[in-house]
């Protein structure tokens, strides 16, 4: 094998590993991490935020604005979805919590047509009890389940 073909498959390898570390990156996962989650339903669209713990023992929000381009999910879907990340110094639990809220409030304020959001918060009641509230809301699946 020629050594610039050789290279042009080293690169086209990596390629296609970051980009299937990116397909898991855009993600949310529910785990004991997760601190919350809220969703606001929108005509064409959706917001979902989710406040969590992170390995270091911070804390970050996530958010995903899904645009609907057809009616599948997951990998089968071509909707549109943005995702964005928030960090910052603080460690304070109620704090995150109340930032992921206050994005809530700010998307239904500023939506432009009449919506609200809806708020799960990570109880005693534990992971499964806050999965299935989540899988209770509109236009919310979980696409991939782990024991443990």
């Known amino acids: ?11 086209r390898k990596a390629y296609e590993q970051e980009q299937a570390a990116k397909k898991f990156e855009n993600r949310f996962v529910i785990d004991a991490n997760t601190l919350a989650i809220w969703c606001v339903p929108l ?13 270091s023992g911070g804390y970050e929000l996530k958010f995903r604005w899904r645009y609907y381009v057809d009616d599948e999910v997951g990998e089968k879907s071509n909707d549109t979805k943005n995702w964005y990340t928030m960090t910052g110094p603080s460690k304070d639990k109620d704090q995150w919590i109340e930032n992921g809220r206050q994005v809530a409030r700010t998307v239904v304020a500023e939506a432009g047509e009449e919506t609200h959001y809806d708020e799960i918060l990570m109880g005693e009641d534990g992971l499964e009890a806050f999965t299935a ?3 209770a809301l509109d236009d919310m699946r979980l696409l991939e389940m782990k024991a443990g």
């Open 43 to 55: 005509k064409d669209s959706n917001v979902a935020v989710m406040a969590y713990k992170t390995a």
């Open 133 to 135: 509230k989540f899988l």
């Open 1 to 11: 094998m020629k050594t610039k073909e050789r290279e042009r498959l080293v690169r």
